[in-house]
């Protein structure tokens, strides 16, 4: 459930989008269906190269990688291993190369950990910005962002968590936080963008994130995406 960088364009598109939407029927919000499409819209687009890690806070270990935004590609690229996530229009597709094998990511895998950190193949997928049942639970704010409150379920299709809790920035169409819950209701993973600064090239760069683990009886665990300076 990663998120990082969202153009000026991109940022423009995505309001212009919202604001036709709510014009079109006629009330003051979208629908959370168009609220997913542009947080979808606000994730491709871009052309950059990125380096970061990801920081386990239990252990202490760095694992570095290098972040490839290649328009509705997005390239993780660790030291053995590079995770390939493109995004459509109904859809999003994750494949891995390791070792001169490119495969794709079964549903089978969705919940085992990327690199033994606590973000899955499911997060980095963003499946859930696809998912059939969305509805909007209000508007909240998010640091200093005003964003829409989605309550997501996947309707039927595979997938780790029964249900999500997304916020979404109402300017950039990013999302900045999200709840995954269990079939019981229980709460199992929380992430959080930390900090979301202007970037020098426009828009609004989130430089950390923190992915939560919760519910697995031996308290919380907890991994930080961080992009390098």
């Known amino acids: 459930m990663i998120t990082l960088h969202v153009k000026p364009l991109r940022a423009v598109l995505a309001a212009v989008c919202l604001l036709l939407a709510a014009a079109a029927a006629g009330r003051a919000d979208p629908d ?5 499409k542009n947080a979808r819209m606000a994730q491709t687009g871009q052309q950059r190269t ?3 890690h990801l920081r386990v ?3 202490g270990q760095i694992i570095p990688f290098t972040l490839v935004l290649a328009g509705d590609t997005i390239r993780y690229q660790f030291k053995d291993d590079t995770i390939i996530l493109r995004l459509g229009a109904n859809g999003s597709q994750l494949m891995e190369a390791a070792h001169g094998d490119l495969h794709k990511v079964s549903p089978a895998r969705y919940d085992a950990p990327v690199e033994g950190t606590d973000i899955t193949y499911e997060d980095i997928s963003l499946k859930f910005l696809y998912w059939p049942k969305a509805s909007i639970d209000g508007s909240e704010t998010v640091g200093v962002l005003n ?3 989605l309550h997501l379920e996947p309707g039927g ?6 249900a999500v809790e ?3 920035s109402k300017r950039t169409g990013n999302f900045l936080e999200g709840k995954g819950y269990d079939s019981a209701g229980k709460l199992v993973k929380r992430f ?3 900090s979301p600064q202007p970037d020098p090239q426009g828009g609004w760069m989130l430089k950390e994130m923190r992915i939560e683990t919760l519910g697995k009886g031996e308290g ?5 995406l961080e992009i390098d300076k």
Do not use: D, H, M, N
């Not at 299709?157 to 029964?162: C, D, I, M, T, V």
């Not at 919380?220 to 930080?224: G, K, L």
């Open 32 to 36: 959370a269906q168009t609220i997913l």
């Open 50 to 52: 990125l380096k970061g």
């Open 57 to 59: 806070q239990s252990t």
């Open 147 to 149: 964003c829409w409150k």
């Open 157 to 162: 299709q595979p997938s780790a968590y029964a």
């Open 166 to 168: 997304l916020w979404v």
């Open 192 to 194: 959080k963008a930390i």
């Open 220 to 224: 919380e665990s907890i991994t930080y």
